[in-house]
């Protein structure tokens, strides 16, 4: 059975994001103008203090903003340590479509944003100024757990059948300044492949990095794992090779060719939206530690 169009994403933001996506998606658009569309929501939203505008700052109180995107024809564009830029999946995508290159970070990334009409703003939001001055008193360790997540992964399936998807966020609160998570690097915190499916992930980036998450569930699907199950897999993998998964959390999120979906995470808490003709729902992932 085929369950077209739909699309899938990261948290409950992800429902307003899902329903911008949805709008393209219903009408015969593309996967790939879906997910753009869809997770501009959340960064261009101040009260979401992890993706975009608003997004918490790193240890220098700078807002550093990671993201990428992934069509159905490996097309990919991502840009990091992107600085002043609200819209960081929009570069991303004119990365992919304009540069030769998959990736550009930092000052070369903004410079190549504003060449394209990308407007110079300032992301820091005053309660994400107050919210670091009171961590820079405290300078406790954060981990990245229920209160510290948001990170926004949309993956779309269209109704020609088409993968897309797309990851974007200001990464770990308070993060070393330099420090780029899973979130822009394709294979750890988005993967597409037409032919299987797609995946993404949130949380405590390292952990995706050292695995190439994202890229791991897809080809777990690959050998005939159900979306559920080769995120479940993911999460294991993670598990038996990294001592220290227990302090973090780490949740996929997966997408196949048919239209069927599933998650999995390390800790409770996780939850992802999901938008097809049946409507709307939110779904709580199941969880590796009880
Ligand atoms: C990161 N994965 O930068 C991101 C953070 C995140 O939910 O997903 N938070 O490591």
Redesign the pocket.
Known sequence: TNNKPIVVSTWEHGIPANEAAWKILHQGGKALDAVEAGVRVPEGDPAIR?VGYGGYPDANGVVTL?ACIMDENMNCGSVAFLQNIKHPVSVARKVMEDTPHVMLVGEGALEFAKSKGFKEENLLTPEAKADWQRWLKEREVQM?NIE????IGMLALDANGDLSGACT?S??AY?MHGRV???PLIGA?LYVDNEIGAAT??????L?IKTVGCHLVVEFMRQGATPQQACQQAVERIATKLGDYKAFQVGFLALNKQGQYGAYCIQPGFNYAVQDNSGSQLIDANNLLK
């Open positions: 992890t990671d990245i510290n997540h948001d990170t966020t990464g770990a993060k998570g899973d979130s915190g992930a949130t949380g405590m980036g390292e995706m």
